[in-house]
Each structure stands twice: as structure tokens, then as C-alpha cells.
């Protein structure tokens, strides 16, 4: 079976590591996972560059590779690395222990050299091999450039509206997969749609403010996306066909509200379908008294009178 690595940025390392789980588990259920750290290692049917083109927090993924001789000695590797141009040798240390990079890295790559006519480039090289240090074992991995999702353009921002890179994680945490369809029903700008939408996931949105409808139409225009805005309020979820939610709840601050945010809330999730999938982003505390089955839930610190939830099923 394949074996691949993902090494995740520390932003939200907790989140970082499950979303490249999620996905893995979400792609093949029978997936062998075991995280180090940062670092998520899969034995996996799924091709590595499916998961990092979708993962936002991915820094670094790459085949994962038991010994340095498969490098020459898989076939696909071997004929990747000699048809190569450029090349680089990364030594990555995640153990306690002291390891000199630099040395590590001038010695890899000259033995590289000896076996191919690859020259050394740091900036964007068709090949990368890896050498990582861990407590528990080290790993040689091998990577080839693969092309990342385009970014979707915002023409029309607000400053109420969600980060790309929470707003694409939370789609994936709420393993919404390529067939089917997400929904946000207090969709604003249409972060969660671009975001969707870009991955090639179906979304349809909501926003009772007509204005933020008109702004949602014009972003996903602006990108050739078709995902259906309604200007209804939340309720609305009734009348549509979806398979999990992705929203960001108001916070009766910079948007407008038709009620207290907390009746919202409450409100809302009694009305989420059974058997949704979701990760709804709200103020901390709104969560609180409202009975959940959740499978995760996230602490995310704003500033020091804001901290978000995300919460997860
Ligand atoms: C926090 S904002 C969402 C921001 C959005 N995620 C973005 O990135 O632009 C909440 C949105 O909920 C909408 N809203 C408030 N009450 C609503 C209701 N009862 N039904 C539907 N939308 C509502 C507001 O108009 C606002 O656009």
C-alpha cells in the first residue's frame, strides 16, 4: 500500500492535523493513519496530491518512502528524477535531537547528482526529496509538483466575512466530498461558496440581507461560478437539497441580524436535518445550553473579546 506524509502548519495545529485526517478518511475509509506532531502519515489508496490540493494547511506532502534506494529503485521514482531539470534535497527535523540541515542537505543532493542530470534549484524544483527526523524513526519522501486549487477572487469584500483558510477547512472537517452539495444559510460575501465552488463542490447560499445576496452573485460571477444564492432567511434550509453545512453564524455586530444572535442559534440547529453534516462557526458561548452531538469542537482566539468556535459533526 502507498505510504504518504503531511507535514501541517502550527497555525491551528490541532485542526490542521484533523483536517488532513478527515479528508484521508473521507477518500478511503480503510486508510492506516498515524500522526507524529505535525506530521500525518497514511498508508492510503488515495493519491497524496488529491488530499494536499485540498488540505489548507498543508505545508509540505510527499510520498513517503521507508528507504533512500526506492527513490532509484521504484520504477515511477526513478523515471520522474531522470526526467527531472531541477531538483532539491530538504532535510526536515522534527525530533528533539540536534541535526545539521545544511551538511544533511549537501550530502543528499550530491548523491543525488551522481545518479541524474538534475541540476540543484531551490525555487520551485520539478523534484523535491525529503529526509525527516522524527523521536520515533526517520524517512526518506519524494515529491513532484503538482497544481494547487486557484484561488478564487473576491471583487466585493465586507468586513464581517470569513478567512479562506478557516472557511476551507471547516468545508473539509465537515467532509463535504467532491459529488456533493454544501450549503450555507447566512452565506454574506459567499466565502463558503467561492470556496466550494473552487474545490469543484456544489454549494448553494442564503443570506436574508439583500445586499449581501447581490455581493455573494457578484463574487461568484466574478470567478465563472454557478452556486444558487436564495434571499430568504435561514429557515429557507427546509426547501433545499444539501448534505452538510458550512456557515459562519451572525455575531450582532458588523452585519445585520433579525433577532439576537443566541435565538439564531438556537433556533437554527434545531432545524439542521438529522442526518447533516456540518461546522458552523459561532461566537464562543452561543453554543452553550443547546444540545449538540458533536464530533469536534474548536477554540479559535480572535482578539481578546472574541474567540469563534467551530463545531463539528
Ligand atoms: C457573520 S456573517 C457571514 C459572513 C460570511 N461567512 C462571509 O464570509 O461573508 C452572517 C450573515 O448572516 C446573515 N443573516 C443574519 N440573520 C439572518 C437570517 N435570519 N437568515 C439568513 N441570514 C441571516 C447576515 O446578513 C450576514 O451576512
Known sequence: MPESFFLVSKEYPELAVDEVVTLVKMYDRFAKIKTISNLVLIQSVTPWEKIARRATFVKTAGQLLRKMSNVFFDENNYSLLFGAKTFMCKAINLSEKEVNIPDIERSLGSMVSTFCNAKVSLDEPDVIIYMIFTDEENFFGFSTKFEPVKRPEKITKFHHELDWKLTRAMINLARINDDEIVCDPFCGTGSTLLEAQSMGINAIGIDFDEKMCKISKDNLKANKFSAEIYNQTYEYMDQIKFDGIV??????????????????????????????KFAIMCKKGLEDDIKLNLTKKYEIYRHKSLTRMILVK
Open 247 to 276: 456557515t459562519d453564524l451572525p455575531y450582532g455586530t458588523a452585519s445585520k441580524v433579525s433577532e439576537p444572535p443566541k435565538k439564531i442559534m438556537k433556533k437554527f440547529i434545531s432545524k439542521i436535518p438529522r442526518k447533516a
